[in-house]
Structures are given as structure tokens and as C-alpha cells.
């Protein structure tokens, strides 16, 4: 267990992870956030797993305060985000994860140079307003861009993937990538 209190939100991941059920933050009242940290801290197996069962990240709505970094290290499970909302940059940077999913997410950035993903890597409708970073990253699966908006980072640069080795496939669509204009929402 983590050395800080969790909250409603993050204790029903902590407990879900596990047995990697789904947490849908999306309803009512339900609050919604949930820390980069307490996210990283699953990812790297802090609550330990079931026989039996797979252990999942597995959040629907949340808001993710805090930074969700990997930055060299080995996720134990896989990463599957729908409809949430990151207030800082996500960082994959000489990481080894399996499958990440954030679909139709909101993020400020997204650095995975050098990463090594052992599954799919989907960001399918998902926005990222400050640049996607893949330099020399390895996909052993998929990488999926479809509907996906990306703005320029700081030195204008929207997609970077110098060396970027896919072998499974890239989905694409005519449409697939779309770079969006500095204060487009």
C-alpha cells in the first residue's frame, strides 16, 4: 500500500487493479480525480495482483491530477484509459509497458521517446494539445492514430518519431492524424 491517503476515486481503482475490472468515474457525482502518482504507482504493481486474474489499470472519466511518468521503468500491466482528462504530460520516456490505451483522452503531452511497448499503443480521438513524442520507441503491436489531434510542443513540433519501429500495423484513415493550430480547442 501507498504511504498517503487515497481517495473515493482512487481507492476503488486500487482495488479493482487486481483482478483489472473497470472504474467508470464518468457518472453523477462521482468524483473524478485521481493522481498521476497513484496511477504510476499501480502501473509498477504496488497493489500486487490475484491468482488467476489479471491486473489492469482499467479507468473510465477520470480527471488525472499530478504526472503519470514511467520514465525508466517496467509497467506490470497494461495502461487503459477512456474519456479521461490529463492536467500535466504523460511520460513513457525508456519505459517498458505493455498495451496502452487512452481513447478519446485530453492530454497536454505525450513523450514516449526510447519506449518499449510489448502490446498496442492506441490513441485513437484522443487530443493532445502540446506535441507526441516517439523517437526510437519500439511497438511490438499496433500503433493506432486514428482521429487523433496533436498541436505543436514548443519547438512546433506536433508528431516526432525519428526511428520509431512499429512491427505490427499503423492504423490510419485519410484522416487519421490531425495537427491542430496553437489555441484550438
Known sequence: MVDWDLTEPE???WEAFPSGEWVD???GDTERAVRGEVLTALLLG???DEPGRRPA????GA???GRLDLMGSTAVCPLVCEHCHFENPLRFVEATTGTVRLVDCEMPSVNAARLNARGIVNLHRSRVDGGLRFDRATIAGDIVLIGTEVGADAEGVALAAEGLVVDGNCSKTRRSLT???P???
Open 179 to 181: 495537427a491542430i493550430s
Open 25 to 27: 468515474l464518468r457518472s
Open 183 to 185: 489555441g484550438v480547442r
Open 46 to 48: 504496488a497493489a500486487g
Open 11 to 13: 481507492q476503488r481503482l
Open 57 to 60: 489499470v482499467r479507468v473510465r
Open 63 to 65: 480527471v488525472v491530477t
